[in-house]
DNA sequence: AGTCCCCCCATTTTT
DNA sequence: TGGGGGGACT
């Protein structure tokens, strides 16, 4: 059989990774070194010469694009369809064996995935049941509380409060909501993971069954695996040593959601018989933004090492614009992307990323401005949207009717006439008879508690939705998406709400029923699984499981020609011949909150580098000497992480010939222009000073010339203050 | 039940 | 600057 066009067109490295044999691999893949090619390549080369069945390999990528990407293209290389190999996410992949093993992992067999947004209203209404002060106890700090320390594995009996109020009351919050959660069967992201893994270590046979099956094991983005994946699948790896997993310590940007970069610093460590295969002949940048790329990661410690090469040329060197402020970087860039179309290229190829999200908004009333298209992402996902949520939530409760969160979602919505009052009621009678609020609605309607009134409404709800179920009978999913969206009222309520708002959500009602409509059941989910004794699943709650797993497609149409614009972190995994990394400020970018902690810096520094390693062709750096943030002016010193880049490779384009005028706020006193520099001195708005008396400080502000010019100063530990220029002892610190 | 207003807060995001 | 949440008012 010829395999050869698996290792056609790769370099020495990458071919050494695609047949490696049999045993544990660390591939160090640097951006741009075609690493899913190696990763997809080398699933294949197992199958077709090793004779691997695709039944006992397993691939677990971090998003549900890249294992449905992964499939694809393994698909394609060899042929045909790998049905027996399981390709998912983490979560995808718990989520199937927990529905397979519901039993052995002590759930319910009906049990529900709860999203991010359940659960926080679950923990509120926890918090608010425990009596706590909710401003003293607020629940996003509660959730991040529990969701940490399942990430690390650990229950509340694992926890030790050591008589701390901080890690009391959260454990108190923490074993309530895990009562919670037990009881309506309900199954949040992290707890999936954490369950999984003790599915292993409760089960030494299932585990067994597994091992023996998974033959090969492969991870991608290895750096950004939590405590808890790394542990799941490193007893799932047994002993047997045949674990190939792909990453890049130096892209490892996620460690603020519970990534640990230590997995990939000691995977040689857990597998002492593991190699390591380095890929760093990019195939994406130039030289100039290799080295620069390079230069900047350096600086990092306790790196595994890497240095990224390339054989094409330097190409042209990295501009680095100082702007005025925020307005005058936003202006310039446009202008540069105008040149760009102008001279033949498209706006797709061009992308504009920033370190937070709130830096969005000027570049997009400049695109805005100028009628260049531009696509902005991120923002909410379709299932997340509130009408969607909505529609599912009585689709889960048709389904479900213990389920207590959609239960609480949709009960009033659209409003029927069932007031707090009436909710709480049932809510407390659910909870003191360990029911569910399904139940201790009815039988609330079949007593004389509260009014005739409230009771009615009541009733009418209850009936409603077992219309529905009756409706699911004769109907598929689509018509029981269709009947939901009417009979429940969504439609008419939302075509009622005033402006584009309420259209745009008609609109996504509609979409679900597509959606719907193009759902495909996972195929081989149930199917040709002797081994998993999958109890058969209904088409609605696999709608359910999916709409909870998946973000819903993106709504991007490659096929507009439109500018990109995201923050650093969603362009991990993209490329594009121009980009411009923007907002290169200290305070900014390395964040404030960053900074104290080395690190959290590094991590900084490791985005930088993932915003470098972007660019193919050409890439702009720019700053603004004052932004306004938060609605105040700030005044920040251009990136450390500008510095770091090996100068001689950076060209600073100058303010010349383009005057930037820079716009003064509305109400802002003193009318002359500002232009940057202070006149006839060498100091500059936003200049770090030394004065003999008052310390150090920041140029804030300047008026008037010659002997009457005065600066405004925010001293470090002083405070602000107006300064005659002819007479103050100053000394410019940059 | 819906609207208004005030206060508080403020990286990054996938499942 | 602005968005979200909570409380008070109509």
């Not at 309530?176 to 046979?205: I, S, T």
């Not at 990534?259 to 995977?267: G, L, P, R, V």
């Not at 998406?481 to 709400?497: N, R």
Request: aromatic share 8%; with cysteine.
């Amino acid at each position: 059989m010829d395999v050869s066009y698996l290792l056609d067109g790769l370099n020495d490295a990458q071919r050494t990774a695609v047949s490696a044999p049999s045993g544990s691999y660390l591939i160090l893949a640097g951006a741009g070194s075609g690493k899913t090619r190696v990763l997809t390549n080398s699933i294949a080369w197992l199958i077709k010469t090793e004779n691997v069945s695709p039944y006992s390999v397993l691939a677990v990528t971090f998003t549900n694009k890249a294992a449905a990407e992964m499939r694809s293209r393994i698909e394609l290389l060899l042929g045909m369809p790998v049905r027996g190999m399981w390709v998912g996410t983490f979560h995808g992949i718990a989520h199937r064996l927990l529905r397979a093993h519901w039993k052995d992992a002590n759930l319910p067999q009906n049990f529900q995935i709860i999203d991010s947004d359940d659960q926080l209203r679950l923990v509120k209404r926890i918090i608010k049941s425990l009596e706590l002060d909710e401003k003293k106890w607020p629940a996003r700090q509660a959730v991040g509380f529990i969701n940490s320390h399942k990430d690390e594995g650990l229950r509340p009996k694992n926890i030790e409060d050591y008589g701390d109020l901080y890690t009391k009351t959260h454990l108190d919050i923490y074993r309530a909501y895990e009562e919670a959660c037990q009881r309506g069967g309900m199954v949040d992201f992290a707890e999936m993971l954490l369950r999984a893994h003790e599915l292993w270590l409760n089960n030494p046979l299932l585990l067994k069954h597994y091992q023996e099956r998974f033959s090969h094991l492969l991870v991608d983005e290895f750096q950004d695996t939590n405590s808890i994946q790394y542990a799941w699948i490193r007893v799932l790896a047994g002993d047997k040593d045949n674990i190939l997993v792909v990453g890049d310590d130096d892209q490892s940007i996620y460690g603020w959601r519970g990534a640990k970069i230590e997995n990939i610093q000691k995977f040689s460590t857990d597998f002492p018989n593991s190699e390591m295969i380095r890929l760093e002949q990019n195939y994406r940048s130039t030289g100039t933004i290799l080295k620069a790329a390079n230069g900047l990661i350096t600086q990092n410690v306790g790196r595994l090492g890497k240095e990224l090469w390339t054989d094409k040329g330097d190409g042209d060197s990295i501009n680095l614009y100082a702007a005025f402020n925020e307005i005058d970087e936003a202006r310039y860039i446009v202008a540069r992307i105008k040149d760009w179309n102008t001279q033949g290229n498209n706006f797709k190829e061009a992308a504009v990323l920033y370190r937070s999200n709130a830096q969005s908004r000027v570049l997009e009333e400049a695109f805005l401005r100028a009628q260049i298209p531009y696509r902005i992402y991120g923002g909410q996902r379709f299932f997340d949207r509130l009408e969607i949520r909505n529609a599912l939530a009585y689709m889960r409760l048709i389904s479900h009717r213990d389920a207590d969160a959609s239960f609480e979602r949709v009960i009033n919505m659209p409003t029927r006439g069932i007031g707090d009052k009436s909710v709480q009621m049932i809510r407390s009678l659910a909870r003191g008879n360990d029911i569910s609020m399904w139940q201790a609605a009815r039988n609330i309607v079949a007593s004389t508690a509260m009014t005739a009134r409230a009771r009615n409404a009541i009733q009418i709800f209850l009936d409603l939705i077992e219309a529905m179920d009756d409706g699911t009978k004769e109907n598929d999913l689509v018509g029981l998406c269709e009947i939901v969206i009417k009979q429940t009222g969504l439609k008419e309520y939302y075509a009622k709400e005033k402006g584009e708002k309420g259209q745009a959500r008609l609109e996504n009602l509609e979409e679900l029923i597509s959606a719907a409509r193009t759902f495909d059941p996972e195929p081989d989910f149930s199917a040709d699984e002797a081994d998993e004794k999958a109890e058969p699943i209904t088409a609605l709650d696999e709608f359910l499981s999916h709409a909870a797993l998946e973000a819903g497609e993106s709504q991007s149409d490659p096929n507009q020609d439109s500018v990109q614009m995201m923050t650093l972190h969603s362009a991990k995994g993209l490329e594009f011949p121009l980009v411009f990394l923007s907002g290169l400020e200290d305070g900014l970018f390395p964040h404030q909150m960053s900074t104290e902690e080395p690190g959290r810096l590094e991590e900084e520094r490791r985005l930088c580098y993932v915003g470098i390693t972007r660019a193919m062709k050409e890439l702009y750096l720019t700053y603004a000497e004052t932004r306004r943030i938060n609605g105040s002016e700030t005044y920040n010193r251009i990136s450390r992480f500008v510095n770091e880049i090996p100068s001689e490779l950076v060209q600073e384009v100058r303010m010349s010939n383009i005057v930037t005028k820079p716009v003064r706020q509305v109400g802002a006193r003193r009318s002359k222009v500002l232009s940057g520099d202070v006149d006839g001195t060498d100091l500059k708005l936003g200049q770090r000073i030394k004065h003999s008396k008052f310390g150090e400080g920041v140029v804030v502000n300047y008026e008037g010339q010659g002997k009457q010019a005065r600066i405004q100063v925010n001293f470090d530990d002083e405070g602000s203050k107006w300064l005659m220029l002819a007479y103050a002892p100053l000394l410019p610190l940059d």
